[in-house]
């Protein structure tokens, strides 16, 4: 998505909003920005629910390919959207003013709202000035809250550091979120996150207890030590799906030992190579 990109919202709103419910929020917006009101910014804010849809879009007429798909992905609706560009006005208009505002309103939020400030932080100007929000939502147990910032969210590859997305990682696996809608596991991969997933993997297994196979997507270009034995474990399950995570894990290294580990079951070498088997098909 580009720069600013919760700009292009406004023009969603102008064509799809039912009769003056557009002209009152510029209104509204200008009356705000005009008193630099923190008041009328929580008033106008609450008032969306009477004004705007919250019916899920399923199209939206909009320029900017990336956003479109993005606000389709997460279910906007208008509702969402007005939020979201009031929220991205008044911060882009008046940081000093604003910025702590919308923070505090992020804080006193209800669960549902708070699903919805997570799922589009990213488009806030200055994302990283709500990134509390986001290492928050990991505490918790609440899992449309936890998933709002963890799943289909390009938010924590951009801005958590390695403890957070670590963290975050780990509790997915925990609570048995979808791994495979993590995004940028490549990229965020590090040498402590390789460990913590070893220890967990042998939790697992003295406790009798299965592991999602994309959790090992990580340790490619870790693989030492216990990982070695943890991924020819793997080769050698009787688990095909097991089988094809280690093997994919290997096939995308870079280290040697990787190929000295696929030779004990090559079956699936030629599938990785051909791009018939990769982590999104994993479990097909």
Not at 73 to 99: C, H
Not at 243 to 260: F, N, Q, R, Y
Request: net charge negative; glycine share 2%; with cysteine.
């Amino acid at each position: 998505m580009q720069k600013d990109s919760w700009k292009y919202l406004a023009s969603i709103l102008e064509l799809r909003s039912e009769g003056p419910a557009y002209q009152w929020f510029t209104e509204r917006l200008d009356l705000i920005l005009e008193k630099s009101s923190a008041r009328e910014l929580y008033l106008t804010y609450s008032l969306c629910a009477t004004k705007f849809s919250s019916a899920v879009l399923e199209d939206i007429d909009l320029n900017d390919p990336a956003l479109k798909n993005y606000l389709i992905e997460k279910k906007a609706s208008l509702l969402t959207i007005a939020r979201i560009y009031l929220l991205g006005k008044v911060v882009a208009t008046n940081t000093d003013v604003f910025k702590e505002k919308v923070q505090n309103l992020i804080q006193i939020a209800d669960t549902g709202e708070l699903e919805t400030f997570l799922k589009f932080l990213i488009l806030l100007p200055n994302p990283e000035d709500y990134l509390f929000a986001g290492v928050e939502a990991l505490r918790t147990n609440i899992a449309i809250v936890f998933d709002a910032i963890a799943l289909k969210n390009p938010y924590p590859a951009a801005y958590f550091n390695d403890q957070q997305w670590n963290q975050m990682y780990l509790k997915a696996a925990f609570m048995q979120r979808d791994l495979g809608d993590i995004e940028a596991v490549d990229q965020r991969a590090n040498k402590e996150l390789t460990r913590i997933i070893s220890d967990y993997a042998h939790e697992r297994w003295a406790a009798s207890r299965t592991i999602d196979p994309d959790f090992w997507r990580p340790v490619s270009n870790f693989l030492e030590g216990p990982l070695v034995d943890d991924v020819k474990r793997l080769l050698q399950s009787d688990n095909a799906i097991e089988v094809k995570a280690g093997t994919l894990v290997c096939c995308h290294s870079k280290l040697p030992i990787a190929k000295d580990l696929l030779k004990l079951r090559p079956e699936f070498i030629d599938a990785v190579k051909t791009g018939a088997l990769t982590w999104k098909n994993l479990k097909n």
